[in-house]
């Protein structure tokens, strides 16, 4: 038994929900080899070889149709007597009803196109993205080979081949995965033949994959919401705590990003709310360098139908980004409006540069690189150092003050000396803020101790930044 196309694509965790529960669109309408619809002339790849581990094709070359679907932005070429059916987010190829239904089978072939956006900073190469449909098919009974590169539609793409039986099936199977990028879109390949049938399919299978053109894709355009563009996370809006954006989807595959301030060891809790009656979101929490976090899809589900919600808790005091799309990425305009919320919890914790409380446990400061710290009870003391270059001019003051907290900070050299002393520096710019400036004498390792005045707070609202600035004569 076979497992179908449909199922192993489903449980992709890139492409959940493209191929689920489809539509039943008209099947198109066949059209007799020839020349295909016009395409933008894209500029060829170098040719690349087949990898050695593809299973080899007997079959000689049949009589074809043409394929093309412009909001899928692709067309191919595949054998006049096979089926197609589209799906939500893409199309099947298949030598009988029963492989392109998703059913399970037993004989014969097909090939399943799926196409998404690809997500902020998830894939770091077409390898690594075909590697990850391929693993849809890990079992103890199935060989994956290596991702091999391969021109594919005039791009470079990667294919990875399979054989052996799939982790829900019971039948040997041949095949490869392949994968290109297109336009920031992901298209993943997906060809199955049952063993035993490989010498008539497998080289109808390779055939169509090698006649795979891209094509601008069509794109039902809408009215922006007023928080476009916030496409990627240079972009992204800013969000306050306990309030709500109002945003749609103004184009197939949008992406919207919102920015929060978050503070270490503060508990977040994010969630979208009244969406339209076609949207399904899902939400991706992402760190300040665009590292995922976390992500959720259903998570408000029991309160409203397809509302995500997740909670994350700070591990440092940073920028958070957080991206909200479609699951299927196949609607948008009317119907598509939801509303983004963001609450915090406040835990009081040490800062991150904790123990820092004597010049060895001091943290190592850099110029344009500030640290948060806080004081964590009373008469706490933080400790930083930095290395200081001859006739170098430094300025080394706090900002961004809790409502505790009146910063002091001692300058002391490598044998405990005190070299200055502030308390009020930057008084004018920010009450009790600290500010020292010192010329460097020599190239040497100079300690900054930072303390309240009074000695008397610790706990929340005693945080406070510290920065180094570096200027030179």
Same mark, same amino acid.
């Not at 929060?260 to 009244?274: C, D, M, P, S, W």
């Given at each position: !038994?076979?497992?179908?196309?449909?199922?192993?694509?489903?449980?992709?965790?890139?492409?959940?929900?493209?191929?689920?529960?489809?539509?039943?669109? *008209?099947?198109?309408?066949?059209?007799?080899?020839?020349?295909?619809?016009?395409?933008?002339?894209?500029?060829?790849?170098?040719?690349?070889?087949?990898?050695?581990?593809?299973?080899?094709?007997?079959?000689?070359?049949?009589?074809? /149709?043409?394929?093309?679907?412009?909001?899928?932005?692709?067309?191919?070429?595949?054998? !006049?007597?096979?089926? +197609?059916?589209?799906?939500?987010?893409?199309?099947?190829?298949?030598?009988?009803?029963?492989?392109?239904?998703?059913?399970?089978?037993?004989?014969?072939?097909?090939?399943?196109?799926?196409?998404?956006?690809?997500?902020?900073?998830? $894939?770091?190469?077409?390898?690594?993205?075909?590697?990850?449909?391929?693993?849809?098919?890990?079992?103890?009974? !199935?060989?994956?080979?290596?991702?091999?590169?391969?021109?594919?539609?005039?791009?470079?793409?990667?294919?990875?081949?399979?054989?052996?039986?799939?982790? %829900? &099936?019971?039948? /040997?199977?041949?095949?490869?995965?392949?994968?290109?990028?297109?336009?920031?879109?992901?298209?993943?390949?997906?060809?199955?033949?049952?063993?035993?049938? $490989?010498?008539?399919?497998?080289?109808? %299978?390779?055939? !169509?994959?090698?006649?795979?053109?891209?094509?601008?894709?069509?794109?039902?355009?809408?009215?922006?919401?007023?928080?476009?563009?916030?496409?990627?996370?240079?972009?992204?809006?800013?969000?306050?705590?306990?309030?709500?954006?109002?945003?749609?989807? @103004?184009?197939?595959?949008?992406?919207?990003?919102?920015?929060?301030?978050?503070?270490?060891?503060? +508990?977040?809790?994010?969630?979208?709310?009244?969406?339209?009656?076609?949207?399904?979101?899902?939400?991706?929490?992402?760190?300040?360098?665009?590292? %995922?976090?976390?992500?959720?899809?259903?998570?408000? &589900?029991?309160?409203?139908?397809?509302?995500?919600?997740?909670?994350?808790?700070?591990?440092?005091?940073?920028?958070?980004?957080?991206?909200?799309?479609?699951?299927?990425?196949?609607?948008?305009?009317?119907?598509?409006?939801?509303?983004?919320?963001?609450?915090?919890?406040? @835990?009081?914790?040490?800062?991150?540069?904790?123990?820092?409380?004597?010049?060895?446990?001091?943290?190592?400061?850099?110029?344009?690189?500030?640290?948060? @710290?806080?004081?964590?009870?009373?008469?706490?003391?933080?400790?930083?150092?930095?290395?200081?270059?001859?006739?170098?001019?430094?300025?080394?003051?706090?900002?961004?003050?809790?409502?505790?907290?009146?910063? =002091?900070?001692?300058?002391?050299?490598?044998?405990?000396?005190?070299?200055?002393?502030?308390?009020?520096?930057?008084?004018?710019?920010?009450?009790?803020?600290?500010?020292?400036?010192?010329?460097?004498?020599?190239?040497?390792?100079?300690? =900054?101790?930072?303390?309240?005045?009074?000695?008397?707070?610790?706990? *929340?609202?005693?945080?406070?930044?510290?920065?180094?600035?570096?200027?030179?004569?």
């Amino acid at each position: !038994m076979l497992v179908s196309l449909l199922h192993l694509l489903a449980q992709s965790t890139f492409f959940v929900g493209c191929l689920d529960s489809p539509a039943s669109p *008209p099947t198109p309408t066949p059209v007799p080899s020839g020349p295909g619809p016009s395409a933008p002339t894209l500029t060829p790849t170098p040719s690349l070889p087949v990898p050695t581990s593809t299973p080899t094709a007997l079959a000689t070359e049949g009589p074809t /149709q043409s394929y093309f679907n412009a909001t899928l932005g692709i067309s191919l070429a595949y054998p !006049m007597e096979w089926l +197609v059916r589209e799906t939500e987010g893409g199309v099947v190829f298949g030598t009988s009803q029963q492989v392109i239904a998703g059913g399970e089978f037993m004989a014969g072939a097909g090939l399943a196109v799926s196409v998404a956006p690809l997500p902020n900073a998830e $894939w770091q190469s077409v390898e690594e993205l075909c590697a990850s449909q391929a693993s849809v098919f890990n079992s103890e009974e !199935m060989e994956i080979g290596e991702p091999q590169l391969r021109n594919i539609g005039g791009q470079v793409g990667a294919l990875i081949s399979l054989q052996g039986i799939p982790g %829900l &099936g019971q039948t /040997q199977t041949k095949g490869l995965v392949a994968a290109a990028i297109w336009d920031d879109w992901a298209y993943t390949f997906v060809a199955l033949s049952v063993a035993r049938e $490989w010498a008539t399919h497998g080289a109808s %299978l390779g055939r !169509m994959i090698e006649s795979v053109e891209f094509t601008p894709r069509e794109r039902p355009e809408y009215v922006p919401d007023p928080w476009e563009p916030d496409d990627t996370l240079s972009d992204a809006t800013e969000i306050e705590m306990s309030s709500a954006q109002a945003h749609d989807l @103004h184009t197939l595959g949008d992406r919207d990003y919102v920015r929060f301030e978050a503070t270490r060891g503060h +508990v977040y809790t994010i969630e979208t709310a009244n969406l339209g009656q076609d949207i399904d979101t899902r939400i991706f929490l992402y760190d300040a360098e665009g590292r %995922l976090l976390t992500h959720n899809d259903d998570g408000r &589900g029991l309160e409203e139908p397809w509302a995500s919600r997740l909670r994350w808790t700070a591990e440092r005091t940073d920028s958070l980004y957080l991206m909200v799309k479609d699951v299927g990425d196949d609607d948008a305009g009317p119907g598509t409006s939801y509303e983004i919320r963001v609450w915090e919890e406040i @835990h009081f914790v040490e800062d991150e540069y904790e123990p820092d409380g004597s010049p060895d446990l001091a943290t190592l400061l850099k110029p344009g690189k500030p640290q948060v @710290h806080n004081l964590h009870v009373p008469g706490d003391q933080d400790w930083i150092r930095f290395e200081a270059r001859a006739g170098n001019i430094f300025v080394i003051e706090t900002f961004n003050l809790g409502s505790s907290v009146d910063t =002091v900070l001692h300058l002391l050299d490598e044998q405990g000396n005190e070299l200055a002393w502030d308390d009020d520096g930057r008084a004018e710019e920010e009450a009790l803020a600290s500010r020292i400036q010192w010329r460097a004498q020599g190239d040497t390792s100079l300690y =900054v101790m930072i303390h309240d005045s009074g000695d008397d707070d610790g706990g *929340p609202e005693t945080e406070y930044r510290v920065r180094l600035l570096e200027t030179w004569p």
